[in-house]
């Protein structure tokens, strides 16, 4: 499936402003300003300037807090977990800290995420990580029964592409596992064909090492990309003939 | 969801000719001609009369396979399991029999159908044998990732009102379940809402006895059904407001 620009000056805007070069001046903006996030139960809270609240918005990064407070210098964004740790081990450029106003290192808050029911936490974080680290949009794909969605670029101007699934061996994420019956997988294939966007599934594999996914040992795991679409003949004259077949998005 | 008929004289067709009469007019038929089913690997073949052609075309027993043979007495179907076995052992007016030409009895067929790779067939026959003793005509649900779907009435009339998946703890079908994580079930119930279906979940359980599923003891099980769907709280403002509900459907 081809990329759905959502107006027909959509292209040019997006060419003029690449995604790297956007994100390269939130990591600025949040490393100039020591940036800190309030780990509060699974999400995270952070109060960001008039230039960061429009970084944050173009790069996806949070949703704003509507709130009684009145402060035009300040908004206050809540940020998922991933997108936290994105930016704080990924990007370095946000501390996090806890209530007590005690800062969290990678280790502690990868096991206070391991002990609050998130144990599939890792799993996810590195496929989120994978897609954000070549410059895709990630936003929740629960809307259509995914883990996540990935956009070229803002989602103002083009849709979603690709539905993500992310598949592991490791631990709860090797149980109850997606698409493992046939059925699961017409389903999930119609409904992606449905919205138009293709099914790209992160399988994440442990490359060496015996311990577990943790975030200081990221690079241990790698990340194998499949998108899966039906096999269209005219458009595919000259391949194999494969109807999964396996390619790389960047 | 409520039944959505095809044309607008659909509805008064479908009362005109109840499924019950039709079903009971094709079991006569096949029991007075003596009718055998040839049973071939997964599938069923049976040679029927101009008559029984009609009859399996109304009840949706079956496909009729084109064939360069030009016997205008005869049309061969292709029955699925499911159906001859329904056919044959609980409407009683089939007889299966194999290559060999013998007689195959109800306990040698559903071994051989242990044997051949279709070992979750006993989950999927109580519920497909519980939906057609309640008069719903049931086809193949592949085309949603379901496992089936259920008709109030003929096709050409009125569209499938139900898209049903099948669970059970026993053997094969309790692993590789359905439904067993959110975003499977939030990926079910878009389709289900796309294709404007209701999602019927047929949970099989034992009642009795501790031995497997098999074809003479089908009524030591029993079928749960339950209906999950969006809570609508101007629809039914009187209820107990739980989104996912238990009805029978009759």
């Excluded at 100039?32 to 944050?56: I, P, R």
């Excluded at 206070?112 to 799993?123: A, G, I, Q």
Aim: hydrophobic share 35%; net charge positive.
């Amino acid at each position: 499936m081809s990329r759905i620009w959502k107006q027909r000056t959509a292209e040019a805007k997006a060419l003029a402003e690449p995604m790297s070069s956007t994100i390269a001046r939130l990591k600025t903006s949040l490393t100039e300003s020591n940036s800190q996030g309030l780990l509060l139960g699974c999400s995270v809270l952070f109060a960001a300037t008039t230039d960061q609240t429009e970084l944050l918005l173009r790069t996806c990064f949070g949703r704003p807090i509507i709130s009684a407070e009145n402060n035009k210098d300040k908004q206050w964004f809540q940020l998922s977990l991933e997108e936290a740790i994105y930016l704080s081990s990924i990007l370095k450029c946000m501390k996090l800290v806890r209530e007590n106003n005690k800062s969290a290192n990678d280790e502690e808050l990868w096991r206070h995420l391991m002990l609050s029911n998130k144990s599939n936490f890792p799993v996810l974080f590195k496929a989120y990580s994978h897609l954000r680290m070549k410059n895709w949009l990630v936003k929740s794909g629960s809307q259509y029964g995914v883990d996540f969605v990935a956009y070229r670029h803002h989602p103002s101007l083009v849709h979603a592409e690709y539905a993500v699934i992310v598949l592991s061996d490791e631990g709860e994420s090797s149980k109850n596992k997606r698409l493992n019956s046939w059925s699961d997988l017409h389903c999930t294939l119609r409904l992606c064909g449905g919205v138009v966007k293709t099914l790209l599934v992160l399988h994440v594999r442990r490359r060496k090492g015996n311990d577990g996914l943790c975030i200081s040992r990221l690079d241990d795991y790698i990340v194998e990309e499949r998108v899966v679409s039906r096999w269209n003949p005219k458009k595919r004259s000259n391949d194999g003939g494969e109807g999964i077949e396996k390619e790389e998005i960047i």
